[in-house]
């Protein structure tokens, strides 16, 4: 809501849409975290949208006594890095209908979200949005697409000996949930706006409220969610940045242990390793068809 309101805010004009992605989007960010945005000019106002960035990120980062407010990241725009910083609405458009974008871009689209911008401008990206990413349920080429990410992530992006310590992308971490989430709405969107919220615990209550998660999985899900949400709370609390992995020794892992209430070490790590398996058998349950998603 703080971000929220800083944007709307510094917004530099009706020329330029400012769109929320990932924890941002989904209204979860916590201590340390920047923001995942995607920046909308108006068709012919790219060069005046791009002098409001200027100004925008030097307001933004300029700091002062309590340092910068906030860190921009634009790395979730079309082509990454390789593309330009701020694009249209008939640019994603040909970007997503022209085969150059991916299975993951179109699912990060379930948590954009206007946080700034003319209201017009704002209704129209929505609705672009809403036609590109629940105009249809996923084809199966495409569903296959987000679990062999997903098997990725867990192989690739936090390496750590044991597996288990890496709380986010690890079999049963955070990601699990938010790939179970978008996945269900990418499939069951198009006939259930309710379906159509951009965080994961909104999506997770949704799903369940819509029957697409059954009565006795939903509790354990959000349990077990927000078990490992306050394990990273409390390491991002600690240290202020990014974190995803935990100690590698009890020694490391046990004052985390008795921020979470713990009186030794080893019954969190008993408890942490069984909601990883637990999460992981009921997110293979449901997520149905998921390659490379093993138990």
């Given at each position: 809501?703080?971000?929220?309101?800083?944007?709307?805010?510094?917004?530099?004009?009706p020329e330029l849409?400012?769109?929320?992605?990932?924890?941002?989007?989904?209204?979860?960010?916590?201590?340390?975290?920047?923001?995942?945005?995607?920046?909308?000019?108006?068709?012919?106002?790219?060069?005046?949208?791009?002098?409001?960035?200027?100004?925008?990120?030097?307001?933004?980062?300029?700091?002062?006594?309590?340092?910068?407010?906030?860190?921009?990241?634009?790395?979730?725009?079309?082509?990454?890095?390789?593309?330009?910083?701020?694009?249209?609405?008939?640019?994603?458009?040909?970007?997503?209908?022209?085969?150059?974008?991916?299975?993951?871009?179109?699912?990060?689209?379930?948590?954009?979200?206007?946080?700034?911008?003319?209201?017009?401008?704002?209704?129209?990206?929505?609705?672009?949005?809403?036609?590109?990413?629940?105009?249809?349920?996923?084809?199966?080429?495409?569903?296959?697409?987000?679990?062999?990410?997903?098997?990725?992530?867990?192989?690739?992006?936090?390496?750590?000996?044991?597996?288990?310590?890496?709380?986010?992308?690890?079999?049963?971490?955070?990601?699990?949930?938010?790939?179970?989430?978008?996945t269900l709405q990418?499939?069951?969107?198009?006939?259930?706006?309710?379906?159509?919220?951009?965080?994961?615990?909104?999506?997770?209550?949704?799903?369940?409220?819509?029957?697409?998660?059954?009565?006795?999985?939903?509790?354990?899900?959000?349990?077990?969610?927000?078990?490992?949400?306050?394990?990273?709370?409390?390491?991002?609390?600690?240290?202020?940045?990014?974190?995803?992995?935990?100690?590698?020794?009890?020694?490391?892992?046990?004052?985390?242990?008795?921020?979470?209430?713990?009186?030794?070490?080893?019954?969190?790590?008993?408890?942490?390793?069984?909601?990883?398996?637990?999460?992981?058998?009921?997110?293979?349950?449901?997520?149905?068809?998921?390659?490379?998603?093993?138990?």
């Amino acid at each position: 809501q703080l971000a929220d309101a800083v944007l709307a805010h510094v917004c530099p004009g009706p020329e330029l849409l400012i769109v929320a992605l990932g924890k941002y989007g989904g209204a979860e960010l916590t201590f340390g975290s920047d923001l995942d945005v995607l920046l909308v000019a108006a068709e012919g106002d790219e060069q005046t949208a791009g002098d409001a960035l200027q100004r925008l990120r030097r307001t933004l980062q300029h700091g002062g006594p309590l340092g910068v407010a906030y860190e921009f990241d634009l790395r979730l725009r079309p082509h990454g890095d390789a593309g330009p910083l701020i694009t249209t609405l008939s640019s994603l458009a040909a970007y997503h209908q022209g085969g150059g974008a991916q299975t993951w871009e179109k699912q990060l689209l379930t948590r954009a979200r206007v946080v700034a911008g003319a209201p017009g401008f704002a209704a129209r990206f929505m609705a672009w949005r809403d036609q590109l990413v629940y105009a249809a349920p996923l084809a199966d080429a495409e569903l296959a697409a987000v679990w062999t990410m997903r098997a990725r992530i867990q192989r690739e992006r936090d390496p750590v000996s044991p597996p288990e310590r890496a709380f986010k992308t690890s079999a049963g971490g955070l990601v699990d949930f938010e790939f179970l989430a978008q996945t269900l709405q990418l499939l069951h969107g198009h006939t259930d706006p309710r379906l159509r919220v951009t965080g994961t615990r909104a999506a997770l209550r949704a799903l369940a409220a819509a029957g697409l998660i059954p009565p006795d999985a939903a509790p354990r899900l959000l349990e077990n969610y927000a078990f490992l949400k306050r394990i990273e709370i409390m390491l991002r609390r600690d240290t202020n940045r990014a974190v995803s992995t935990l100690g590698a020794s009890s020694a490391e892992r046990f004052p985390l242990a008795r921020w979470l209430g713990y009186a030794d070490e080893a019954l969190f790590w008993a408890e942490y390793t069984a909601c990883l398996r637990e999460t992981r058998q009921l997110v293979a349950t449901l997520a149905g068809p998921a390659p490379g998603l093993s138990l």
